[in-house]
């Protein structure tokens, strides 16, 4: 054969060999019908668009292959009905915070948040790079689900509240909306912590049902319009410093799909978990000032002899926590260990870099 013609016929063959792992998967996959439960209500600023938002990105990424259909809460199944709606089988993921499954296994609360634990960066780093994904493909398996992070808010504020809390004492028989390891922070300090989905909250704090009530930030609260019924906003929240939202599938589904619909999956969940964080660091600034400049809410923080009584009864909720199981403990203590490694770089990087880049230039918020 002549080495021109040789050369020719090998190129050939070797675009065609290339393009058959790329064109396969779009030509093999059939269509599946996806259907997705979510906590949120619809149109729900930050958290509910959020999750619509990635809803319609998994069916643009696959082409069409991977159809989803998204019920907020409510429209198909309550918000706090989406785990069994999913281990069940009668729909294929729940966009939600794991934390609210706590009642069911504490452990699923360090795959959202927990008091005086992660960023959201270092929480990241944790899950991604350090372990914390197989101990939440344990923890989820055993309820036949599998779960991955699909949002962020970053540090949480303190919450609202209807009078000012200069100390401790001032918690003792407060009902606050706070669920989660935090909630069971307050109870050790005198609060009667209660569970509510997004949607119910604003109503039962106008009607003095409950005190106050935490929920996620600025941009998410000014749409609560929770500075109608209490004025006192404070910072930081101990109790969701940072973490992710999860998108919790059916296991069996999941093993069901192939290589590719997965992968497809896991590049809108990763694509969201960063834009939805992104966007609240963008936003959350702007309408703080505008509720303080435009609604009257007054800014306060918690003191250090506050956060020192977080801390105590911090430690005695995690003990706790480890009681319940040797999963329980196996999270806990690896969560720990991750957050005073990780923790103990970002006190030396992105802390000391803010607290002397924020005292140079003049930013104090």
Sequence with gaps: MERRKFLTGAAIAGAGAAAIPFAAPAIAQ??????????????????GISAQRLAARITELSEGRLTTKYF??????????????????NAQAYIAADYYWKGKHPGFAYFTSVPLGMTTSEWNAWIKFAGGQALWDEMSG????????CGATGTQMGGWFNKEVNSAEDLKGLKMRIPGLGGDVMAKLGA?????????IYENLVSGAIDAT??????????????????YYYYPGMHEPGGGLAFGMNKSWWESLSKWEQAVITAACMEEHAGQYEEAMALNGTYLNKMVTENGVILKEFNDDIYDSFAEAALEVFEETRDHSPLAAKINDAFQKNLREIGGWTRIAEVAFSNQRNRVLGIDG
């Design 30 to 47: 059939e269509r599946k019908e996806m259907t997705i439960v979510s906590t949120w209500p619809r149109d729900f600023p930050g958290l």
């Design 72 to 89: 907020a809460a409510g429209e198909r199944v309550g918000a706090f009905d989406s785990f069994d709606e999913v281990a069940s089988g």
């Design 142 to 149: 055993e309820y036949g689900l599998k779960a991955l992070a």
């Design 192 to 200: 009667s912590p209660v569970s509510l989905p997004g949607g119910q």
């Design 214 to 231: 935490e929920w996620v930030g600025p941009y998410n609260d000014y749409f609560m319009k929770f500075y109608e019924a209490a004025k």
